[in-house]
């Protein structure tokens, strides 16, 4: 039992006895060690006042002042006792809390100095003096301080628990955490110290071992809604959304205006799927908190996936750095602009990476002479992206790189394009159960001389591992379409008319640009031939057929008055797009309705395996892109499947991609500069079939041999890439912007 509670329950048996003098005795004695302890206020304030000495009611006073915050109030009466006591140390004690309350630091510390030389064995007076030093600046003597009460008091928990405050705050974790441990041992109900423990270890990337800590200190204290609600976020992070909407429920129940829980509530029911529900989260936390710009973000970004535009306008709402909180994915499509996506990136990094790494890595030279490349992604299964880049992994030249893949996505042991893609590397890590620190170590263990992150700001990232350093040369590739904004990146790949002169502005990394197009693609994508004809899709036996098979959050007002235009001039013509549910596509035709265009003539097709939805794409005539955020791996597909995509260069790389794409495809004057260009151009094709046949004609004669699907070519530019990069480590030189030809 700790000395504090202790004197509590003597104090209480004191007042049972009808000894109201010693139990106010007592309970003085509690608040000159602990002022704001609440069990002690309140049986203070029960027990008569009769028979005090002035002294008595002049501190009586003195702890009524603090209690209701008048601490101007409070430290005058406390001065004034503590020059008629100057041995009082409870009197100096409470004089120091309500002096550092009003921000006297340097009166508190003499206080609390007064409160020491009164009563030299009051651990609390010494824990206080800390605080006192600690706000000063002097980190120091603050844990020397801490350290010297640990020593005299081993058994006052609130010391070690502090210290390790301290420690968190110089980034020392590991010691943080021991300390933290040790308060928890010393008092196994201390909530805080269990609540502070689960924050560390989600710091840490201890997921388990922080959902273990929060749910102690939610056991021990019911309506802790923080405590519910950071355990949700970490079963969140751990992809178990119906925990994670339960604790989020539950830190509701205990503080209905939680607004943080409310939004982390709506990141779970999208990742539950339940976009319109989630829009409702996100904004009644808006609603609970107008100022809540991620709540916003959040919100506009759910209804830009539904095509709902009612409030596309405030995104302008959105800047500050409480956006931060939201990845700049979310940014992408609302504006093309790509001093806006770097000012977006620079905020996430600052909250996403760690400030510095302990160490660097300095790797030993390969024994074998090839360098070891560690590519690190959660999407090594049948996903967009592998579908780009398992051709890349076929044609990696094992004998000049070790070629090891480090996955953080679910486990997927049945997944064909995972296993073929484990016999195409010399290793296949599965560290989506590992702790970040330990992620780190093993990289470094294995000698990574470049790492590669192909995740970047999006869904299911862990870039944050990259601030630790996993090897000398770290690049982004392939995964987030802009800068990282973080120095732990050296490299971003990109291409000529993706990163035109003078946009490597907008980008924290050193720009690598390839030849021809910066897109991986493999040249052996099976497409299977579609039997089913243009009517089992819903399609006209006749007419154009534009197609977007964009995701829905691409699309914008600009692109569907393009659109919905194109309709109105070309009789017969329909829009395919992807289905993505029933709220798009009501909300859809309710746009074309209002655009004078019949509902009927957009036609939602269901995703499929991606060999058969290739085949399927024989049916449409012309692909419209999007703007903000082209299409990327969806504008690959439909050049692989020979149909022309029709783009609009636009400012950020995002929406650069595509034109990237169709000139390596050798049709570059489908990439235009101006959306009336845009528009004429798609007008002009669908009513001229010699026009669209020329076309189909050069791209499928063009499809073997251009440079977008010319898979060996292309790897070979990127090893030479990464060659370069290699070498320039390992000459000492820092990163460097250089062109692969």
């Keep these: 039992m700790s000395g504090l509670e202790s004197l509590l329950i003597k104090a209480k048996g004191a007042a049972r006895r009808g000894e109201t003098d010693a139990a106010r005795a007592i309970y003085r004695q509690v608040l000159g060690r602990h002022p704001r302890n609440a069990r002690a206020l309140a049986a203070l304030d029960a027990l008569e006042a009769n028979g005090d000495t002035p002294a008595q009611l002049e501190f009586d006073a003195m702890v009524a002042a603090f209690r209701a915050g008048r601490m101007d109030e409070a430290a005058r009466l406390g001065q004034s006792l503590s020059r008629a006591n100057p041995h009082a140390h409870g009197v100096h004690n409470l004089l120091g809390a309500a002096l550092l309350d009003l921000g006297n630091d340097g009166g508190a510390e003499m206080a609390f100095r007064r409160a020491i030389a009164a009563d030299p064995d009051a651990p609390a007076a010494y824990n206080n003096l800390a605080i006192a030093l600690r706000r000063q600046g002097r980190l120091e003597d603050a844990e020397a301080t801490y350290r010297d009460v640990i020593a005299r008091a081993p058994r006052y928990a609130d010391a070690p628990y502090n210290l390790a405050g301290l420690l968190e705050q110089a980034e020392r974790l590991d010691e943080a955490a021991q300390w933290l441990e040790t308060a928890i041992v010393i008092d196994p109900g201390h909530v805080d110290a269990h609540y502070n423990l689960g924050n560390l270890r989600a710091r840490q990337g201890w997921r388990d071992e922080a959902i273990a800590c929060f749910a102690v200190a939610a056991t021990l204290k019911a309506d802790h809604s923080d405590a519910h609600n950071n355990m949700g976020a970490q079963l969140l992070a751990a992809q178990r959304a119906d925990e994670a909407l339960a604790a989020f429920g539950r830190a509701l129940a205990a503080d209905p205006a939680n607004a943080q829980a409310m939004v982390n509530r709506g990141k779970a029911l999208v990742l539950k799927g339940d976009r319109v529900a989630a829009v409702g989260a996100f904004r009644a936390a808006l609603a609970l908190n107008p100022q809540n710009k991620s709540a916003l973000l959040q919100a506009l970004f759910e209804e830009a996936h539904l095509c709902d535009w ?432």
């Design 310 to 741: 009612h409030a596309r306008g405030d995104y302008a709402l959105t800047g500050g750095p409480e956006a931060a909180a939201v990845q700049p994915f979310a940014s992408l499509p609302f504006v093309d602009d790509p001093a806006h996506q770097y000012r977006r990136s620079l905020a996430c990094a600052a909250r996403m990476y760690p400030d510095a790494p302990a160490s660097l890595p300095s790797p030993a030279p390969s024994t074998d002479g090839r360098i070891p490349v560690g590519y690190f992604s959660a999407d090594f299964h049948d996903h967009a992206t592998m579908h780009l880049m398992a051709g890349f992994f076929r044609e990696h030249d094992r004998s000049r790189y070790e070629v090891r893949l480090y996955s953080y996505g679910p486990r997927r042991e049945d997944d064909a394009a995972r296993v073929a893609l484990r016999g195409e590397v010399d290793a296949f890590v599965e560290i989506g159960g590992m702790r970040d620190e330990d992620v780190v170590a093993l990289a470094r263990a294995d000698g990574l001389d470049i790492a590669v992150d192909l995740k970047g700001y999006t869904l299911g990232t862990r870039t944050r591992l990259f601030g630790q350093r996993l090897a000398p040369v770290q690049v982004s590739w392939m995964g987030y379409p802009g800068t990282l904004g973080h120095a732990a990146i050296d490299y971003f790949i990109a291409d000529h008319v993706t990163m035109p002169p003078g946009a490597e502005v907008f980008f924290t990394e050193k720009i690598v640009r390839l030849a021809h197009c910066y897109q991986a693609n493999d040249d052996r994508r099976a497409i299977v031939p579609d039997t089913r004809g243009r009517t089992r899709w819903g399609l006209p036996d006749t007419g154009f057929v534009f197609a977007s098979f964009n995701q829905s959050y691409k699309i914008s007002p600009a692109e569907w008055d393009i659109w919905m235009g194109l309709l109105r001039e070309v009789p017969g013509s329909v829009l395919w797009l992807l289905d993505t549910g029933a709220q798009v596509q009501a909300n859809l035709r309710r746009e074309a309705e209002v655009r004078g265009v019949e509902p009927e003539r957009l036609v939602f097709s269901k995703p499929i395996a991606h060999a058969e939805h290739l085949g399927r794409l024989i049916h449409a005539d012309l692909f419209l892109d999007t703007f903000a955020v082209n299409a990327h791996t969806t504008a690959s597909d439909a050049l692989w499947a020979g149909l022309p995509v029709l783009t609009l260069a636009g400012r950020q790389f995002a929406a650069r991609v595509a034109a990237s794409l169709v000139h390596a495809a050798g049709l570059p004057e489908l990439a235009v500069e101006a959306a009336a260009d845009y528009a004429a151009l798609a007008l002009n094709l669908a009513r001229d079939p010699e026009r669209m046949a020329t076309l189909r004609t050069r791209l499928a004669a063009k499809r073997a041999t251009c440079p977008l699907f010319d898979t060996a070519d292309y790897t070979r530019r990127v090893e030479d890439a990464l060659s370069e990069m290699h070498r320039r480590a390992q000459s000492g030189l820092p990163p460097e912007h250089f062109d692969v030809g």
